[in-house]
């Protein structure tokens, strides 16, 4: 939010000065780019070449797509992209299209400019699509050494990167000596991870400690069980689960920042033992802040805030694979007062949800207490790329859901853009929000489903309503094959939804009407309005 509020500003701003006739600069100055190192584990891509302002920056090839990243400083970027076989450019695209980015073509290369750091997606006649994610700036970036500062490669701990050998208990080291140090001192002891891939068991989070994964550090999951506890397991999947890193209970003053890597290391780490991970897993904590990493190739969901407040997760990234299920981006859960601001989620799976669950249940079986309600969660500026749902409420809603809101998304594409799912549970899914939500693409099919928007109540352990959702200000630029659809069940119903300026592929206007929308499957529903 504090991002869009600047970029805002910014804009009434150069308007006021036009408007006062104060010179100004025929460009803005170009920002600053740091291009971050990539380690050899991850291979370079096949397909494209990429500068931003001159600087070169490295692409990898991944499955499904290749990623570039890098940060920029105030200012602008121009973005030269380069197919690596030197043929022609014929066709290609750049999202978000609400951006409204122009491209210039020379031959291999495609040239475009944008005002700020931006999460991006290009492609280009027939290679993989590129995500060229552009984070804003380090501003908190630490000193690797100092009063406070604990280096995992300094003694004590001296640790090894690129070499396999597992560094956990240097790192649990020094994580404890920066959270005594944070707590004794009324602050977070920092430890300082630079550059390089370390092999790590299970990793404890304590209070008053900050986090920093310098660019170009990676954090490896392996799956090896003789360094991992197991936590909960997913019968969906006939696996064990692991929490790669997590938090101790009652804990509180978090941070993990910086521009580097927490990698789940994907189909490799089920080959040995079938032991899926959760890639962090913050519980029972509050005060609890991630800025700026990206998790990598989780075989489970990512990123599962549980049971826990005052949470704020910015800049992250969430690269998943297309080829592994159930592996979600961020799920908050039974969680009160988290913000996801600015993030990119990619995978087979729901890269942003919400959930709640009965006591007991299988993926964290482990947890002590009592299963808490949800409440006030916001997801905010997100661009999401899955097969599934690009935004959604649900599935547990076995504890109560309220004041959810996801607002400034882009579904560059999906089966369903926007989702309700209230599949298992008793509980009330109440107050929920969607606004300016752009779905670019509609290319999957979810249980039938390949529709901009699907509110479904189930029948699966308990029915349970839905009430009170707001959906407004959405560009639907491919509405899917199905129509939308509401369907309550008896005892259950979903009512008080509101249609507020939704506009429809091939038209300028905002639709008044539920056929224009094609909201024709319909079932057990009630107060359901639309309105330009």
């Known amino acids: 939010m504090t991002r869009l509020l600047a970029l805002g500003l910014t804009a009434l701003l150069l308007g006021v000065a036009a408007l006062l006739g104060v010179p100004q600069s025929a460009q803005a100055a170009p920002g600053t780019v740091e291009a971050y190192p990539v380690p050899s584990i991850y291979p370079a891509s096949t397909d494209y070449r990429l500068t931003v302002n001159g600087t070169s920056v490295p692409v990898t090839k991944y499955t499904g797509y290749d990623i570039a990243q890098l940060s920029l400083g105030t200012g602008t970027a121009v973005i030269a992209v380069t197919k690596t076989n030197n043929t022609n450019i014929g066709a290609y695209s750049i999202s978000p299209q609400k951006l409204g980015i122009a491209g210039s073509v020379s031959g291999s290369t495609l040239t475009f400019t944008v005002q700020n750091d931006e999460y991006l997606i290009v492609k280009l006649d027939g290679r993989p699509n590129l995500v060229i994610a552009a984070d804003p700036a380090q501003s908190d970036r630490p000193a690797s050494s100092g009063t406070g500062i604990f280096n995992v490669q300094s003694p004590p701990y001296s640790a090894q990167p690129n070499t396999g050998a597992y560094t956990t208990t240097a790192f649990q080291n020094a994580l404890n000596d920066a959270a005594a140090y944070g707590s004794a001192n009324g602050t977070q002891g920092i430890v300082y991870v630079p550059a390089g891939v370390y092999t790590l068991g299970n990793l404890y989070l304590r209070s008053n400690l900050a986090f920093y994964l310098a660019p170009g550090a990676v954090l490896r999951y392996t799956g090896d069980r003789d360094h991992y506890v197991v936590n909960g397991h997913k019968n969906s999947q006939g696996r064990d689960l692991t929490w790669f890193i997590s938090t101790r209970y009652s804990s509180k003053n978090i941070k993990i920042y910086g521009r580097g890597i927490i990698d789940g290391n994907g189909q490799a780490a089920l080959a040995p033992d079938n032991l899926g991970v959760n890639l962090l897993a913050p519980v029972y904590t509050s005060g609890f802040t991630v800025d700026g990493i990206t998790f990598r190739e989780s075989s489970s969901w990512a990123v599962i805030p549980l049971r826990s407040s005052d949470m704020t997760f910015r800049d992250i990234k969430m690269f998943n694979r297309f080829d592994m299920g159930e592996n979600d981006g961020i799920d908050v859960m039974e969680s009160t007062g988290v913000t996801v601001d600015h993030a990119i989620g990619i995978g087979l799976d729901d890269p942003f949800s919400t959930k709640t669950w009965a006591e007991g249940v299988d993926i964290y079986n482990t947890v002590p207490g ?13 661009v999401s790329w899955t097969y599934c749902y690009g935004v959604k409420v649900g599935q547990g809603v076995f504890q109560s859901q309220n004041e ?14 926007i989702g309700v799912h209230h599949k298992y549970g008793t509980a009330g899914a109440t107050n929920i929000k969607f606004d300016d939500i752009d779905i670019e693409r509609l290319s999957f099919k979810n249980d039938d489903n390949r529709t901009w928007l699907a509110m479904m109540t189930g029948n699966t ?18 509405a899917g094959i199905t129509a939308a659809r509401v369907n309550g069940l008896p005892g259950a119903p979903i009512t008080g939804v509101a249609l507020r300026n939704i506009v429809m592929p091939g038209s300028t206007a905002p639709a008044t009407t539920l056929s224009q929308v094609n909201l024709t499957n319909l079932s057990d529903y009630g107060g359901l309005t639309i309105t330009p």
């Open 461 to 478: 352990q308990g029915i349970g309503p839905v009430t009170g959702v707001t959906i407004s200000n959405v560009k639907v630029r491919n």
């Open 404 to 417: 959810v809101t996801f607002q400034h998304a882009v579904v560059y594409d999906a089966a369903v853009g």
């Open 370 to 382: 009592s299963p808490r309600p949800l409440e006030n969660v916001t997801f905010n500026d997100l």
